[in-house]
């Protein structure tokens, strides 16, 4: 991967969705209970991108005892939509560890959804490869008018969005 010396900022057109989902592994001598609920993500990836027109822009997935997945989707309607589509991973993994896990404290599972606006995020990258948002969106040299936080924010709310 690249490494960008340079400071660098990222910007997506228009309105998105940052989509973290995770699972925590309380009792890993339970091997059997949280393996099946890990490998579920995997497959849901896949699928999300075969299908680039289900809506997911990108995402990066972390591997500690608390596994981290962050999203960036096209849009809360497509998230919603995918989550409840009776033909894609999700529902199927769903109902496997409500089955095998439920409520049992074997292994913890969360997610939380924020939909970003222009003008309501900012940035910045130096000495990365492209990552996140830079990722998703487009990278663009942090100078002049995005130099700061401040500027950035003022920057990301008066870019044309496209349609």
């Given amino acids: 991967m690249m490494i960008h010396r340079e400071r660098l900022c990222a910007s997506l057109d228009g309105d998105f969705v940052v989509f973290l989902i995770g699972m925590r592994i309380n009792k890993p001598w339970l091997l059997h209970k949280w393996w099946p609920?890990?490998?579920?993500?995997?497959?849901?990836?896949?699928?999300?991108?075969?299908?680039?027109?289900?809506?997911?822009?990108?995402a990066d997935l972390w591997f500690s005892r608390t596994i981290l997945l962050v999203q960036y989707w096209r849009s809360m309607d497509q998230l919603l939509a995918y989550a409840r589509n009776r033909e894609s991973e999700h529902l199927p993994a769903w109902a496997a560890f409500n089955q095998a896990v439920g409520t049992d404290g074997t292994v913890g599972i969360w997610h939380e959804s924020y939909a970003v606006s222009p003008g309501r995020y900012e940035n910045v990258y130096l000495n990365m490869p492209a990552f996140?948002?830079?990722?998703?969106?487009?990278?663009?040299?942090?100078?002049?008018?995005?130099?700061?936080?401040a500027g950035r924010l003022q920057a990301s709310d008066s870019e044309p969005q496209s349609s």
């Fill in 37 to 58: 609920v890990a490998q579920a993500m995997p497959r849901m990836l896949k699928e999300l991108q075969a299908k680039p027109e289900l809506g997911l822009l990108h």
């Fill in 132 to 149: 996140g948002l830079g990722r998703a969106g487009h990278l663009q040299p942090a100078s002049g008018l995005r130099k700061s936080a």
